[in-house]
């Protein structure tokens, strides 16, 4: 199909395969059209961005403030919906940092959601366990993995880098300023249920206090 725009952007994609593509725009709207005049992607977006920028094969586009994925024969992969997308690789291998609503989440390589996004906060993996994610929701903090699985609920008011205290053990407090262990498995492995805990060493019995 062929179809008459009001203006050809500058802009210029060339394919590994010789394709030539042109941002095209028609009242205030993007698409995008092959060097035969055909269209890829049609113009109803308010912004579109480079082929391969963040996505091997995928194009960034906007429509009003939201923002999806479509493909280089213009098949939308991931909706609009989004208010902000990081560059894949940012915080893991094969994921992007996605914003809805204020809060953070995770879509994989194939534009799937992996992790909601409803976290205020989120950090890279590795920061405290290789393959855990530290996520925070409310004042509240917990783990999820690489599949997206929570493994330590987000109940906790903080959480200690593992093997401050303890090795492989992290120190953990609650809502009521109480403190305890969880291990690398999310265990709690001491309740948190005290209000003081001192270590003699990193090796050697930990002593507890509480009322």
């Known amino acids: 199909m062929k179809v008459i725009y009001t203006s050809v952007a500058l802009m210029l994609f060339t394919f590994s395969f010789g394709q030539k593509l042109f941002i095209v725009s028609s009242d205030e709207k993007y698409g995008v059209i092959n060097e035969n005049g055909v269209e890829i992607i049609p113009a109803k977006y308010t912004s579109i961005e480079d082929f391969d920028k963040l996505h091997p094969n995928w194009s960034?586009?906007?429509?009003?403030?939201?923002?999806?994925?479509?493909?280089?024969?213009?098949k939308i992969i991931v909706e609009p919906k989004y208010e902000a997308i990081s560059n894949y690789n940012a915080y893991t291998e094969g994921w992007a940092l996605v914003q809805k609503e204020g809060k953070f989440g995770f879509i994989d390589n194939s534009g799937k959601e992996i992790i909601p996004p409803i976290y205020d906060k989120v950090s890279a993996f590795g920061e405290y366990s290789k393959d855990w994610m530290l996520v925070?929701?409310?004042?509240?903090?917990?783990?999820?993995?690489?599949?997206?699985?929570?493994?330590?609920?987000?109940?906790?008011?903080?959480?200690?880098k593992f093997d401050n205290v303890r090795k492989n053990w992290s120190l953990v407090r609650d809502r009521k300023d109480k403190l305890g262990f969880?291990?690398?498995?999310?265990?709690?492995?001491?309740?948190?249920?005290?209000?003081?805990?001192?270590?003699?060493?990193?090796k050697k019995t930990v002593i507890a206090n509480a009322d």
Do not use: M
């Open 136 to 160: 925070e929701l409310d004042g509240l903090k917990g783990f999820v993995d690489k599949e997206g699985n929570i493994i330590v609920p987000v109940k906790y008011v903080d959480i200690e």
């Open 182 to 202: 969880i291990d690398k498995t999310g265990k709690e492995i001491i309740p948190v249920v005290y209000d003081n805990i001192e270590a003699f060493t990193k």
């Open 60 to 74: 960034k586009v906007g429509l009003n403030n939201l923002y999806g994925f479509v493909d280089k024969s213009g």
